[in-house]
Nanobody
């Protein structure tokens, strides 16, 4: 019901930057927030950053605060994650997600629509 198409992953050296994009289509009226979760090898999927549909509120995991910035383009129904000062610990598959269930905008259980993921690899 909500289709997410994400892009922007790649391979960078530590200290480098990448920008992820995620475009939503379909029943976008049901979206409370959009953003990214990530999953590193052998690890659980974790919250990274989300932004409310209005753009009034943003949320970040502590480890990326000051380095990552999430924003949105209302006209394009697209959300962007600018990732600066990347660290090897940021290496993971990043999944775009749309919150369609009311609740905590940082909790994966409230995100019913997911992109297919994009690989981010940061070399030391």
């Amino acid at each position: 019901q909500v289709l997410l198409v994400e892009s922007g992953g790649g391979l960078v050296q530590a200290g480098g930057s990448l920008r992820l994009s995620c475009a939503a289509s379909g029943r976008t009226w049901s979206i409370y927030a959009m953003g990214w979760f990530r999953q590193a090898p052998g690890q659980e999927r974790e919250f990274v950053a989300t932004i409310s549909w209005t753009g009034a509120n943003t949320y970040y995991v502590d480890s990326v605060k000051g380095r990552f910035t999430i924003s949105r383009d209302n006209a394009k129904n697209t959300v962007y994650l600018q990732m600066n000062s990347l660290e090897p610990e940021d290496t993971a598959v990043y999944y775009c997600a749309a919150q369609t269930l009311f609740g905590d905008p940082r909790a994966s259980r409230n995100f019913a629509s997911w992109g297919q993921g994009t690989q981010v690899t940061v070399s030391s």
